[in-house]
């Protein structure tokens, strides 16, 4: 891991004076790092997510992105450069029909010319298995596909720090294993660093760390095996543990197994097979 591309220190916010949907938030995230924060609805992740690139202005406390002061007018352009946001829907996201245009609006936008910004959406579409799709129409494509576009058009603009906001919530399992296909290649190939807000606790479980938020507050930080697995932290924050999980504990009362419980179900099968 490599420098904190995430320092967030006492962050609070309110949309509505005197009820407070952030409360004292504090965390860290390095660079190349894959942090899945989870929490039921109201929890404020989604608010936390949306200060990473300047959605909602900082009320309180301090925040860099990147090296850049969320609180200063004057870095908010840079902001949005630096940290790219995929969102639960992504037709929400497209200005154009046609995959390549889209893809290449990014780059265009903070500059870019017309030859650059294409060259960014071919290297862009490849990164997440979309070469080829470029004079496709947007409307056409999967869910899943859908969302790989999306991701494209963020990678095109050269981020630094990648936030899905509950980004597989509207796909079936084949594009989320899709989505999270490509954002662990732009990880590995680009040193991407990300911030994957989601209910998906398969997806949680292959992050390297996970933060719990409940109530507008984060009440755990760590890694996913002790996390996730940790039923009684899960159920104070209105949460269930992964499928694997849960799977687990069954076969243990059933004295079949024995041992920590697996988090994910790649992790399951192994621990099986063992």
Known sequence: MGEKIVEARGVSHAYVA?????????LDVAGGELVAVVGENGSG???LARHLNALIALQAGSLTVAGLDASDPACVWELRRACGMVFQNPENQFVSSVVAED???GPRNFGASEEDAAG???RALEAVGLAGFERRDVHGLSGGQQQRVALAGVLACGPRLVVLDEATSMIDPR???ELARAVEDARRERGTTVVWITHDMEIAGRADRVV???GGEVVAVGAPGDVLADEALLGRAGLEPPLATRT?????R?????????VTVEGLVSALCD
């Not at 059933?254 to 697996?262: E, L, Q």
């Open 18 to 26: 005197g009820r407070p949907t952030l409360r004292d938030v504090s």
């Open 120 to 122: 960014a959406a071919g």
């Open 45 to 47: 992740k989604t608010t």
């Open 212 to 214: 719990v938020m409940s």
């Open 248 to 252: 687990w504990r069954a076969l243990e």
């Open 175 to 177: 594009g989320r294993d």
């Open 254 to 262: 059933a004295g079949a197994v024995s041992g920590p419980a697996p």
């Open 103 to 105: 893809v290449a609006f």
